[in-house]
C-alpha cells in the first residue's frame, strides 16, 4: 500500500506564503502523476495542479501565477509552493498519486489524509 504524507499546512495572513510537502512511501512503486487537491467546508474537492514524472504542470485557473508545483522524483516527494495568498484559498489541502506499485503489480491511486490551510488575518 503506497502512502502519501502531507506536511506543510498552518494559519497564515492574506498575502503570505506556505509550502506544502508531501512524501510517498510503501514499498517499490513508480509514480506516474502527483498532484494537490483542495476542499473548502461545503464545498467539492477540486483540482489545485497536478505535475507528471517528466515534469509537465497543470494548474486551476484560480491559482495560475501564484502556487507552483515540484516534484523531487528521487524522494518521491511532491512540493506546492503558495504564494499571495488569499482568504478563498482556505481549505483542507490532499496530495494525489497514482502509478504501479510493484509488489503488488497493480496499480494505484492513492490519498493522503489532507492538511489544513488558513487564510485569515
Known amino acids: 500500500q503506497v502512502q502519501l504524507v502531507e506536511s506543510g499546512g498552518g494559519l497564515v495572513q492574506p498575502g503570505g506564503s506556505l509550502r506544502l510537502s508531501c512524501a510517498a512511501s510503501g514499498g517499490i512503486f513508480s509514480i506516474y502523476s502527483m498532484g494537490w487537491y483542495r476542499q473548502a467546508p461545503g464545498k467539492q474537492r477540486e483540482l489545485v495542479a497536478t505535475?507528471?514524472?517528466?515534469?509537465?504542470?497543470n494548474y486551476a485557473d484560480f491559482v495560475k501565477g501564484r502556487f507552483t508545483i515540484s516534484r523531487d522524483n528521487a524522494k518521491n516527494t511532491v512540493y506546492l509552493q503558495m504564494n499571495t495568498l488569499k482568504p478563498e484559498d482556505t481549505a483542507v489541502y490532499y496530495c494525489?498519486?497514482?502509478?504501479?506499485?510493484?509488489?503488488?503489480?497493480?496499480?494505484?491511486?492513492?490519498w493522503g489524509q489532507g492538511t489544513q490551510v488558513t487564510v485569515s488575518s
Open positions: 505535475i507528471t514524472g517528466d515534469g509537465s504542470t
Open positions: 494525489n498519486a497514482d502509478g504501479i506499485n510493484y509488489a503488488t503489480a497493480r496499480q494505484f491511486d492513492s
